[in-house]
Every structure is written in structure tokens, then in C-alpha cells.
């Protein structure tokens, strides 16, 4: 394992990691009786290689998300980072400071948030357990009382102080989980799935509230979500993995715009009277007088429109975006990398071609297979 | 300072944790009070009223079974909350914290084990003065030394817990494993005074730990003599350390090779 030298990245360089691999050994057991037995006596290993030879960097201050399928490496890579798992090979600097070896120091220094997970004392009021992480920060007391009565205002938490965890609805919960692990100040969050199961104002909510303290208390975020909402309206630079690799990595400005030069236009008519016109157009999809077409931004449009109206009387139509849902989602089953020099970071990604005949979603397009959903990897 | 600020705020907050439930504590005692009486009823039935066997009188055995079965019900859940934790890979949470996990697990265990002594102990006394009176032949200036061992009965089943639990990181389900354990630590030395059973497995269960859970501390409250006490009181002390130890062992082989389970 080679490993990195403080400052080797630059001073404003808060994560820094380098061909970080992990590979996991699963007992493996096929069905039945006697290859129960079998594998008691002996048992066979399967190697599954959970992240594979990431490298990132990240500066602070920054809004990170990172993407990718269930399975794709996404905990692991986070759980590396913070020192809760071995790193196979590769290496990597979180502020300085080896994860693997200086977990301790480390962990002063960072937050994280497991969306599926509690670290709230479940019988107790959410300030008994804040009142027990201070001990465990070693937070001076008078810091301590003035750093809760800061973090209850901002997260407007008050009323559920006194309330046993137990008691609370899942978005007041989280809301105190997350209260919990920026208690220290930490440099860097790391937030698994913080909006995972929440209904849409909590979400907001707690979107707000990361926006808050990455602005206010220049907390460096790194961020997995299953939602891509989380990403549009929170981060400015997103990474997406698959197969433990690294796909993607762009501002999530770019891949947006990248994405929007094209627009999707769902037309409804109420006759068709010239099919001629409809010829050479780029239709995704159609059943009976409804159909779906993909055009590009600019003069396009205007084409399109006239040929349409040419056609035959238009009921309703609209055009859209394509929604980042779909592109994430193509992303993860590499459709949508043609054309794209993946796993660069670059801001300029224009000209991406996405492969038109594969869209073939009814009618919002957000159905793309990974995407938007916020029940995924379950426990 | 501040480094052990950090535990003992954890024991208070397992206290606390532990205060909740009215419910559970009066179930506790009901089952406590259920167990005696059952086991009094047992002793008086099938071998004498009066006469004694190996020494033992009813007076002594009820005693003995109280404060032996107050060691094994005043224990922590550290099996359980290992077990679950490295299995739910909620331990996920516990392990970036800057603590010590084992002694973390410890402090907690600590606050679970007061809070269930403090309860047990009064329904213990209570009980027995209720069914058979006043402990025959108490040795008053012995009771320091019956403390000691309890005291280490309780640890000694803690760490033997904790080891148990922390083998997790490797088997997919110990419970098995734990079960065993509890069981022989309820025939040696819990159910029956190690005196009642044949000599050959007497003598194996003085070399083993599990009798040095319960039936150290009931056998020095019950007969006191400083004999025993000076021969059973280092194994104990030896036994804790040596668990103490492995767990301190095992925790930090097993983390090495965590595999957090749920993604």
C-alpha cells in the first residue's frame, strides 16, 4: 500500500484517495440440506471486490454527491473513508490523516449520518444522547450547552428535546440524527442516505438544513442518495460509481445542461392528417394519436413544432426537460456514456449524444431502473 | 480527565436508559419471586423437611439459589446488543466515535447491571426473609468477601458475554454458541450447588469459568470458609482478566475484518 503525505494534494484538498480497493469475503452456501452440511465442513469463500480501484479528490467546502446503484460501493467507499472499514489496497488522506491507521483523531474531526441507522439513545430524550456525544467529543461543558442551544435553534428541534426517541416520527428523528453528528463542528460530513424514507417536507427540510451548514459553517459535505432530488437541488459536483468504479464525475451543472440541450415534447392530436410530415422525426414512442419525441434545443424546436402543427390539430402538448432521473439512470446502466470521457472531472459536457431508442418510459421518464427511489438498499 | 468523563457519563446514561421501564422491572421480580418459590417447593419435596444434605439445609439452599440466581439476573445485555449490532451493522456508528468500543460496551453494560443489582437485590433479600427466614449460620464478617465475589461473579459473566457476542464478527449466528453457555452455567452452579453433583464433574467444574459465576459467590454466603474464599476468588479474578482480555482480543482482530453487513 502506498501511502500519501499530507499537503501532497494541496492544502484545500480535504479527501484525497488513491486506487482505494475493497474486496470482501462471503462465505458462500447453495440451497439445501446437504450443502448445508457441505459447507459447515467445508465452507467455500467467494471473493466479491466491493470498490475497485477508486480515486477522488475533494476540496473543501465542497458539495459532493455520490451515486451509484444499490451494490455499487457507495457505503463501503464511505465507510472506508472514515475509518470504519480496512482498505484492501490503495490509499487515502481524510484531513490529513489515515483512516486505517488514525480512526481516534479522525473521528473528532468528522460527522456522519447513516440514513437507516441511529446513533440516539432509543429510550432516552434526543438530549441526554447529545449530552453523552459532547462527553465523547470532549467537548468543553460551557461549549457544549452553547453549541446544543445553537444546533436546537437551527435545526429547530426544541420541542423534541425532552421526547424519547422511540416517541418521535421518522423525519423528527432524523432531524436529531443529524442535529447529533455535527455537535463537534465536524470538517466533513458524511451523510449515507440522510433523506432515505422521509416524506417530501421533511426532506426539504433537511436538504435546507445541509445547504445551511455547508454555507454557514463551511462543512464539506459528501453525500450518497438514492434521490436524485437530493443531488439537483444540493450538490454542485456529482460522482457516480458502479461495480465499485468510478463512471462519472462531474458538476452536476454540467451533467444537467449537458443532458438539456435536448428536450422531450409530448404531443396529443385529434387527427393526423398528413403523416408525410411526421417522417424523419425522432419519435420515442407512440400509441395511437400520442406520441413522444426527442429534439434538440435551439432551431429544433421550432422545426419540430411547425412540422408537427402540419401534421394534423394538436390537442395538448409539452415540452420538457429530460429528467435528471433518466439521465442518472442511464448513467448507472451505461447508456448514456457515449461520447462522455468518463471518470474525469471535467466541466464541459457538451455534445453527449444519449441513445435515443431506449427511452422508452410512458410518460414523465422518471421509471429509469435505479433512480428516485428512496426505499432502496434495504437492511 | 475528560477521557473518563466520557464512561462514566455512558454508565449513567445506561442507567437511565435502563430506569424506563417500570414494567420490566416488576416483571423481573415477579420472575424472580416465581423462580424461588418454584426451587423451594423442588428442594422441599424431593429430598428432605428437615436434615440437610452436603451441608445444606432448606434456609441455606433457598438463600443460595438467591444469591446465585441474583448474579445471573443482574447481568448486562452485551451478548445481545453485540450480536445485533455487528449483525444490523449498526456498529457502524459506534466504531467512528472517538472512545474506546470495548470499554464503551463496558460502561454501558455497567449502567444495565446496576440498575438490574439495585432492583434484585432488595426482591432477593425480601424474598428470602419472606419464605424461609433469616440466613442460617450467617457470617456477618464474611459479607465483604461474599461482595467481592459477587462483584466479580458479574464481571466474570460480563466479559464471558461480551466474548460470546464479539465472535459475531465471525459467525453468522452465535446464539448457539451462547446458549450452550448459559446452560452450563446454569447446571454448574446455579441449579444445583456444585456439591450435589458427582465428584468427577465437581472437580472438572472448579478448573472450568462457569461455576465461578454463580456458585462462588451463593456457596461463600451460604458456608463461608476462608479456605474457599482464598482458593476461589483468584480463579475468579483470573478468569475475569483472561475474558476481559480476549474480548479486548477479539474486538480488535474482528474489526480488522468487519464486513458491515447492510451495505
Same mark, same amino acid.
Not at chain 1, 421533511?202 to 454557514?216: D, G, H, W
Given at each position: 500500500?502506498?501511502?500519501?503525505?499530507?499537503?501532497?494534494?494541496?492544502?484545500?484538498?480535504?479527501?484525497?484517495?488513491?486506487?482505494?480497493?475493497?474486496?470482501?469475503?462471503?462465505?458462500?452456501?447453495?440451497?439445501?440440506?446437504?450443502?448445508?452440511?457441505?459447507?459447515?465442513?467445508?465452507?467455500?469463500?467467494?471473493?466479491?471486490?466491493?470498490?475497485?480501484?477508486?480515486?477522488?479528490?475533494?476540496?473543501?467546502?465542497?458539495?459532493?454527491?455520490?451515486?451509484?446503484?444499490?451494490?455499487a460501493?457507495?457505503?463501503?467507499?464511505?465507510?472506508?473513508?472514515?475509518?470504519?472499514l480496512?482498505?484492501?489496497?490503495?490509499?487515502?488522506?481524510?484531513?490529513?490523516?489515515?483512516?486505517?491507521?488514525?480512526?481516534?483523531?479522525?473521528?473528532?474531526?468528522?460527522?456522519?449520518?447513516?440514513?437507516?441507522?441511529?446513533?440516539?439513545?432509543?429510550?432516552?430524550?434526543?438530549?441526554?444522547?447529545?449530552?453523552?456525544?459532547?462527553?465523547?467529543?470532549?467537548?468543553?461543558?460551557?461549549?457544549?450547552?452553547?453549541?446544543?442551544?445553537?444546533?436546537?435553534?437551527?435545526?429547530?428541534?426544541?420541542?423534541?428535546?425532552?421526547?424519547?426517541?422511540?416517541?418521535?416520527?421518522?423525519?423528527?428523528?432524523?432531524?436529531c440524527e443529524?442535529?447529533?453528528?455535527?455537535?463537534?463542528?465536524?470538517?466533513?460530513?458524511?451523510?449515507?442516505?440522510?433523506?432515505?424514507?422521509?416524506?417530501?417536507l421533511?426532506?426539504?427540510?433537511?436538504?435546507?438544513?445541509?445547504?445551511?451548514?455547508?454555507?454557514?459553517e463551511?462543512?464539506?459535505?459528501?453525500?450518497?442518495?438514492?434521490?436524485?432530488?437530493?443531488?439537483?437541488?444540493?450538490?454542485?459536483?456529482?460522482?457516480?460509481?458502479?461495480?465499485?468504479?468510478?463512471?462519472?464525475?462531474?458538476?452536476?451543472?454540467?451533467?444537467?445542461?449537458?443532458?438539456l440541450?435536448?428536450?422531450?415534447?409530448?404531443?396529443?392530436?385529434?387527427?393526423?392528417?398528413?403523416?408525410?410530415?411526421?417522417?424523419?422525426?425522432?419519435?420515442?414512442?407512440?400509441?395511437?394519436?400520442?406520441?413522444?419525441?426527442?429534439?434538440?434545443?435551439?432551431?429544433?424546436?421550432?422545426?419540430?413544432?411547425?412540422?408537427?402543427?402540419?401534421?394534423?390539430?394538436?390537442?395538448?402538448?409539452?415540452?420538457?426537460?429530460?429528467?435528471?432521473?433518466?439521465?442518472?439512470?442511464?448513467?448507472?446502466?451505461?447508456?448514456?456514456?457515449?461520447?462522455?470521457?468518463?471518470?474525469?472531472?471535467?466541466?464541459s459536457?457538451?455534445?453527449?449524444?444519449?441513445?435515443?431508442?431506449?427511452?422508452?418510459?410512458?410518460?414523465?421518464?422518471?421509471?429509469?431502473?435505479?433512480?428516485?427511489?428512496?426505499?432502496?438498499?434495504?437492511? | 480527565?475528560r477521557?473518563?468523563?466520557?464512561?462514566?457519563?455512558?454508565v449513567?446514561?445506561?442507567?437511565?436508559?435502563n430506569?424506563?421501564?417500570?414494567?420490566?422491572?416488576?416483571?423481573?421480580?415477579?420472575?424472580?419471586?416465581?423462580?424461588?418459590?418454584?426451587?423451594?417447593?423442588?428442594?422441599?419435596?424431593?429430598?428432605?423437611?428437615?436434615?440437610?444434605?452436603?451441608?445444606?439445609?432448606?434456609?441455606?439452599?433457598?438463600?443460595?439459589?438467591i444469591?446465585?440466581?441474583?448474579?445471573?439476573?443482574?447481568?448486562?445485555?452485551?451478548?445481545?446488543?453485540?450480536?445485533?449490532?455487528?449483525?444490523?451493522?449498526?456498529?457502524?456508528?459506534?466504531?467512528?466515535?472517538?472512545?474506546?468500543f470495548?470499554?464503551?460496551?463496558?460502561?454501558?453494560?455497567?449502567?444495565? *447491571?446496576?440498575?438490574? +443489582?439495585?432492583?434484585? &437485590?432488595?426482591?432477593? /433479600?425480601? =424474598?428470602? @426473609? $419472606?419464605?424461609?427466614?433469616?440466613? !442460617?449460620?450467617?457470617?456477618?464478617?464474611?459479607?465483604?468477601?461474599?461482595v467481592?465475589?459477587?462483584?466479580?461473579?458479574?464481571?466474570?459473566?460480563?466479559?464471558?458475554?461480551?466474548?460470546?457476542?464479539?465472535?459475531?464478527?465471525?459467525?453468522?449466528?452465535?446464539?448457539?454458541?451462547?446458549? *450452550?453457555?448459559?446452560? +452450563?452455567?446454569?447446571? &454448574?452452579?446455579?441449579? /444445583?450447588? =456444585?456439591? @450435589? $453433583?458427582?465428584?468427577i464433574?465437581? !472437580?472438572?467444574?472448579?478448573?472450568?469459568?462457569?461455576?465461578?459465576?454463580?456458585?462462588?459467590?451463593?456457596?461463600?454466603l451460604?458456608?463461608?470458609?476462608?479456605?474457599?474464599?482464598?482458593?476461589?476468588?483468584?480463579?475468579?479474578?483470573l478468569?475475569t482478566?483472561?475474558?476481559?482480555?480476549?474480548?479486548?482480543?477479539?474486538?480488535?482482530?474482528?474489526?480488522?475484518?468487519?464486513?458491515?453487513?447492510?451495505?
Open positions: 500500500m502506498t501511502t500519501l503525505r499530507d499537503g501532497e494534494a494541496g492544502n484545500n484538498t480535504v479527501i484525497v484517495a488513491r486506487d482505494l480497493r475493497k474486496v470482501f469475503r462471503t462465505k458462500i452456501k447453495k440451497e439445501g440440506f446437504t450443502q448445508s452440511v457441505k459447507s459447515l465442513v467445508k465452507p467455500e469463500y467467494r471473493e466479491i471486490e466491493a470498490v475497485h480501484g477508486i480515486s477522488l479528490e475533494v476540496p473543501r467546502g465542497e458539495l459532493i454527491a455520490f451515486l451509484g446503484p444499490n451494490g460501493g457507495k457505503s463501503t467507499t464511505i465507510k472506508m473513508l472514515t475509518g470504519i480496512n482498505a484492501t489496497s490503495g490509499s487515502m488522506l481524510v484531513l490529513g490523516l489515515d483512516p486505517g491507521k488514525q480512526r481516534k483523531s479522525l473521528s473528532f474531526r468528522i460527522g456522519s449520518v447513516f440514513g437507516q441507522k441511529s446513533q440516539l439513545w432509543f429510550h432516552l430524550p434526543p438530549m441526554d444522547s447529545f449530552r453523552l456525544l459532547g462527553a465523547i467529543y470532549e467537548m468543553d461543558s460551557k461549549l457544549l450547552d452553547k453549541r446544543i442551544d445553537e444546533i436546537v435553534e437551527l435545526f429547530e428541534i426544541g420541542e423534541l428535546m425532552d421526547i424519547p426517541v422511540r416517541k418521535l416520527s421518522l423525519g423528527q428523528r432524523m432531524r443529524f442535529a447529533a453528528s455535527i455537535l463537534h463542528k465536524p470538517e466533513i460530513i458524511f451523510l449515507d442516505e440522510p433523506t432515505i424514507g422521509l416524506d417530501v421533511v426532506k426539504q427540510k433537511i436538504r435546507e438544513l445541509i445547504t445551511r451548514l455547508n454555507k454557514e463551511k462543512t464539506t459535505i459528501f453525500l450518497t442518495s438514492h434521490d436524485i432530488g437530493d443531488v439537483e437541488h444540493l450538490c454542485s459536483r456529482a460522482v457516480i460509481i458502479n461495480h465499485g468504479k468510478i463512471v462519472m464525475d462531474s458538476s452536476v451543472k454540467a451533467l444537467k445542461y449537458g443532458y440541450k435536448k428536450k422531450v415534447i409530448d404531443v396529443k392530436f385529434a387527427a393526423i392528417s398528413n403523416h408525410t410530415m411526421l417522417e424523419g422525426l425522432n419519435i420515442l414512442k407512440r400509441k395511437g394519436l400520442s406520441m413522444k419525441l426527442e429534439v434538440d434545443e435551439g432551431d429544433g424546436i421550432q422545426e419540430v413544432m411547425l412540422r408537427l402543427m402540419q401534421a394534423g390539430s394538436i390537442v395538448d402538448v409539452t415540452i420538457s426537460d429530460i429528467p435528471m432521473e433518466k439521465i442518472i439512470g442511464d448513467i448507472y446502466t451505461d447508456k448514456g456514456l457515449e461520447g462522455i470521457n468518463s471518470n474525469t472531472h471535467t466541466d459536457y457538451a455534445g453527449t449524444d444519449m441513445d435515443t431508442d431506449r427511452y422508452t418510459d410512458t410518460d414523465t421518464g422518471t421509471g429509469s431502473t435505479t433512480a428516485g427511489n428512496s426505499g432502496g438498499e434495504g437492511e | 480527565m477521557k473518563l468523563r466520557k464512561y462514566l457519563l455512558v449513567k446514561t445506561g442507567i437511565n436508559s430506569l424506563i421501564y417500570t414494567a420490566d422491572f416488576l416483571a423481573g421480580a415477579l420472575f424472580f419471586a416465581l423462580v424461588i418459590f418454584i426451587f423451594m417447593q423442588l428442594w422441599e419435596a424431593i429430598f428432605f423437611n428437615d436434615g440437610s444434605m452436603e451441608g445444606y439445609t432448606v434456609n441455606r439452599l433457598v438463600w443460595y439459589y444469591a446465585a440466581e441474583m448474579v445471573i439476573l443482574s447481568k448486562s445485555d452485551v451478548f445481545r446488543s453485540m450480536n445485533e449490532e455487528i449483525k444490523s451493522g449498526n456498529i457502524a456508528y459506534k466504531l467512528n466515535k472517538p472512545y474506546s470495548v470499554l464503551y460496551q463496558f460502561s454501558e453494560g455497567m449502567g444495565q *447491571i446496576a440498575v438490574r +443489582l439495585m432492583t434484585n &437485590l432488595p426482591v432477593g /433479600l425480601l =424474598l428470602g @426473609f $419472606l419464605y424461609v427466614g433469616k440466613l !442460617e449460620g450467617l457470617n456477618i464478617s464474611a459479607l465483604p468477601a461474599v467481592i465475589s459477587t462483584m466479580l461473579g458479574i464481571l466474570l459473566n460480563f466479559f464471558m458475554d461480551a466474548f460470546i457476542g464479539m465472535t459475531s464478527f465471525w459467525t453468522e449466528d452465535n446464539s448457539a454458541l451462547y446458549w *450452550i453457555v448459559q446452560k +452450563l452455567s446454569f447446571m &454448574l452452579g446455579l441449579f /444445583l450447588p =456444585l456439591e @450435589f $453433583l458427582p465428584k464433574i465437581r !472437580e472438572i467444574a472448579l478448573y472450568l469459568p462457569f461455576s465461578y459465576i454463580a456458585y462462588a459467590p451463593a456457596r461463600l451460604t458456608s463461608f470458609s476462608m479456605e474457599e474464599f482464598l482458593s476461589m476468588v483468584p480463579i475468579q479474578i478468569y482478566v483472561l475474558f476481559a482480555a480476549l474480548s479486548a482480543l477479539i474486538y480488535s482482530r474482528g474489526v480488522r475484518k468487519l464486513n458491515v453487513n447492510g451495505g
